[in-house]
């Protein structure tokens, strides 16, 4: 799965943080590139396949993040890319998150899944404030690798991964066999 952070400024000049997550491995990417000789029966198929797939993974992601208030604020912005043959959905954005301090999900995306270090600012004991009044989260998840692990998104969609792969390659292979067969 690969995870993209994206910020964007609006006309309003609002700033928006989301991010996506989708599928990011060269032998798919290949599979997917396939659909562009393929007709739209196929092409539905899979858009299905994938759509299936994708809100079984948000599924999964709001049931974990939703232990916390802030982390079921956060699982509230799941949306789902449904035009995308493979699986994949985004979260975050611009709209409030309804929370103490009327925080943006994008604000809270990062700190709900990685924590922040625990200082004091602004008059707060154990959490770091944003500067436009949103609050951090006073403990960081597990150290993994370069980063962190994370508390609900990472470690749910990396114990999904092979399963997700599997169903889709399983898919793949099901909508390519009936589209061979309408040729």
């Known amino acids: 799965m690969a995870v993209s952070?994206?910020?964007?400024?609006?006309?309003?000049?609002?700033?928006?943080?989301?991010?996506?997550?989708?599928?990011?491995d060269a032998d798919l990417r290949k599979l997917l590139y396939a659909f562009k000789d393929m007709d739209d029966i196929a092409k539905?198929?899979?858009?299905?396949?994938?759509r299936d797939l994708s809100i079984q993974a948000a599924n999964?992601?709001?049931?974990?993040a939703s232990r916390t208030r802030q982390g079921a604020a956060v699982a509230r912005s799941i949306k789902l890319n449904p035009?995308?043959?493979?699986?994949?959905?985004?979260?975050?954005?611009?709209?409030d998150a309804s929370v103490r301090g009327g925080a943006k999900f994008g604000e809270l995306l990062f700190g709900v899944e990685f924590g922040a270090s625990?200082?004091?600012?602004?008059g707060q004991r154990g959490a770091l404030y944003f500067s436009n009044g949103g609050r951090r989260f006073p403990n960081r998840s597990p150290k993994?690798?370069?980063?962190?692990?994370?508390?609900?998104?990472?470690?749910?969609?990396k114990r999904m991964q092979p399963e997700i792969t599997r169903a889709w390659l399983e898919?793949?292979?099901?909508?390519?066999?009936?589209?061979?067969?309408r040729n």
């Open 60 to 64: 999964q992601v709001e049931r974990m």
């Open 118 to 122: 625990g200082t004091k600012l602004n």
């Open 44 to 50: 539905n198929d899979m858009k299905k396949i994938a």
């Open 144 to 157: 993994e690798g370069n980063g962190n692990a994370g508390y609900f998104i990472f470690p749910t969609l």
């Open 83 to 95: 035009g995308d043959k493979a699986p994949s959905f985004s979260l975050g954005g611009n709209s």
């Open 5 to 24: 952070n994206r910020s964007k400024t609006s006309k309003s000049g609002q700033k928006r943080n989301t991010v996506s997550i989708s599928v990011d």
């Open 171 to 181: 898919g793949y292979a099901m909508m390519r066999k009936a589209w061979k067969g």
